[in-house]
């Protein structure tokens, strides 16, 4: 049972960036999505969301909808002149599976709450966002994100900016998300060190070399190309 399925999808603006991509995203799947600058990543996971159409093939949503994924995007910008506190950040995120109903209810304040004790950070609560850490703040957006869904996150670049010890805490986050409550993870990085690697499958992104698969085969590859 998939989640999401790719078929022979090519995606891009004017003309295709990324051609003949095939994937299956299946529950409790941990996908990295890895290439170089211009290969597609961040078109790939736009089209995954639905805010861009294929200009081949299908994208099938089978047992998810777009609006029903979380999404924690490489930058959130918060103005810095408007004081908006950590729990009223948290619940924005609620917004996207609601569609047109644009207030709350009390199970999104319920879902604001364990998203924010899921990750530690119910002490924040109160705080003014801007008045975070780098650290602090990633784990907030994933708050954010989390507040949308029960199944299925898409996290792009999520660690950019991070020093080591905020990048290890993420990473140990989304593990956890991931294996002990039953969250999908489709996340987009640079970083090919071992602790992004946590993820059970790969999608290398290499100009006309599309590789998807085990990440215990892709790092075989990595390993044999050296």
Known sequence: MSLIKLANVSLGYNKPILKGVNME???????????????????????ILGLIKPLKGKIIFENIAPNFIGYMPQETKVDANFPASVSEI????ALNK????????KSDVLSMEKSLSLLGITSLK???????????????LLARSLV????????DEPSNNLDSKSKKELYEILKDLNENHGITVL?????????????????SLREDDIFFGPTTEFIRRIHNDK
Request: positive net charge; aromatic residues 6%; glycine residues 14%.
């Open 90 to 93: 948290v619940l924005s995120g």
């Open 148 to 155: 949308s869904t029960n199944k299925m996150l898409i996290l």
């Open 126 to 140: 109160d705080k003014c966002f801007n008045q975070l850490s780098g650290g602090q703040r990633q784990k907030v």
């Open 187 to 203: 996340m987009v990085t640079h970083d090919l060190d071992h602790g992004n690697l946590l993820g059970n499958k790969i999608l």
């Open 25 to 47: 995203i299946e529950p409790g799947d941990f996908i990295c999505i890895v290439g170089p600058n211009g290969s597609g990543k961040s078109t790939l996971i736009k089209s």
């Open 98 to 105: 609601k569609g047109f109903l644009s207030f709350y209810d």
